[in-house]
C-alpha cells in the first residue's frame, strides 16, 4: 500500500493574513490552509432537448484543511491560484460546461458543524448555509485501485440516492468530492446507483493554499465601454437548502429549458450576447447561461 500522496505538482503560498486580495479586488476570508488538493473528473449522463444520450464533464477542485473542505470547479481552483499557464487563454469552454451540469461551490466545516452552498440561477446567485449531514456507510468486500492507491469499498445512502464508492485509508481524511464523506480516507471514487453522477480523482497536489470564502461573489461582466470581461463582486442571495431544491426543479427541471434557458427570464433586459473564437456566449447578470441545455440531473 502506498504512504504517500501521489504529488502532481509541488509548491507552497505562504498566507499569513486572515485574508487574502484577488486580482479582480475581491475580499476573501482565509478559513484555513489545505493539507492537500484533491482533483477529480466528475460526469454527468443526461440528454440533450432531442433526447439523445449526453456525457457531460468537469474537473472539480477538493481543497482539504483541517475540519474544513472545499469543492469547486479546478479553473476557478486555478483562477484564485494566479496559475494562468494552466487556465489557457479560451476559458468559455469551462464556463460553458460549469453552466450545464449546474456546478455549485460546497464548503463543508464553515461555519462549524455546518455546510455551506453557493448556488446560481441567473441572474442571481443563492448562498445556502444547512447542518452539515453524513451518509450512512456500510463497508463491501473487495478492493480496487484509483491513482495508483489502493482502495476500500463502501456504499452509502445520503439524499435518496445509493452511492457506490471507493476511498484510500493512505490517505487520512473524512473528506470526499461535493458532499460525501465520513469515510476512514479519502474517497476517491463515488458514483450513484444508476450511473448517473460519477465522480473520479485523478490525482493530488501536495501543497500549503488557503481555503477562502467571501459574502460575494465575483462574478464576470462584459463592459462596453473598455470592451473586455471585467470582474466585479455581487453579494449572494439567502436561501433553505428547500427553497434552492424547489428553485432549481422549477427552473431547470420545466422544459421549457431545454431549447430555451432563459425561458424563466421573459422581458428581462439583462441578457448579453458575447461573439468570441469558438462560440457565441450569454450573459445575464454577469452570469453565464448556454443557448441550449442538457436535461437537468440534480445530484439531491
Request: with cysteine; net charge neutral; proline share 4%.
Amino acid at each position: 500500500m502506498k504512504t504517500k500522496l501521489t504529488i502532481i505538482l509541488l509548491f507552497v503560498v505562504n498566507i499569513v493574513s486572515a485574508q487574502m486580495l484577488t486580482r479582480g479586488n475581491e475580499k476573501l476570508d482565509t478559513l484555513c490552509q489545505t493539507k492537500f488538493t484533491a482533483v477529480y473528473q466528475y460526469s454527468i449522463h443526461t440528454s440533450d432537448a432531442e433526447g439523445h444520450p449526453v456525457t457531460d464533464s468537469i474537473c472539480l477542485a477538493l481543497q482539504v484543511g483541517d475540519g474544513v473542505w472545499k469543492t469547486w470547479t479546478y479553473q476557478r481552483y486555478l483562477f484564485q491560484q494566479q496559475r494562468d499557464e494552466e487556465i489557457g487563454e479560451d476559458h468559455y469552454w469551462f464556463m460553458q460546461n460549469e453552466a450545464l451540469m449546474h456546478i455549485a461551490t460546497t464548503t463543508i466545516g464553515h461555519p462549524e458543524g455546518k455546510t455551506t452552498t453557493l448556488e446560481s440561477i441567473p441572474p442571481f446567485q443563492y448562498e445556502v448555509t444547512e447542518d452539515t449531514e453524513i451518509p450512512t456507510w456500510n463497508m463491501v468486500e473487495g478492493n480496487d485501485s484509483i491513482c495508483s492507491y489502493l482502495c476500500q469499498k463502501a456504499k452509502g445512502k445520503f439524499r435518496g440516492k445509493t452511492w457506490n464508492v471507493l476511498y484510500a485509508e493512505d490517505i487520512p481524511t473524512a473528506a470526499g468530492p461535493w458532499k460525501l464523506q465520513g469515510l476512514p480516507g479519502l474517497i476517491t471514487y463515488a458514483t450513484d446507483d444508476k450511473g448517473i453522477h460519477t465522480f473520479k480523482l485523478i490525482g493530488i497536489y501536495q501543497e500549503t493554499s488557503p481555503i477562502t470564502y467571501s459574502a460575494g461573489s465575483m462574478v464576470s461582466k462584459f463592459s462596453m465601454e473598455e470592451r473586455r470581461m471585467i470582474t466585479v463582486v455581487t453579494p449572494y442571495e439567502k436561501a433553505t437548502r428547500a427553497q434552492m431544491m424547489k428553485q432549481k426543479k422549477n427552473v431547470f427541471g420545466n422544459r421549457l429549458y431545454l431549447t430555451n434557458p432563459t425561458f424563466y427570464m421573459a422581458g428581462t433586459k439583462e441578457i448579453l450576447n458575447i461573439g468570441q473564437k469558438g462560440g457565441n456566449y450569454q450573459f445575464v447578470g454577469g452570469l453565464y447561461i448556454p443557448d441550449k441545455a442538457h436535461k437537468y440531473q440534480p445530484l439531491e
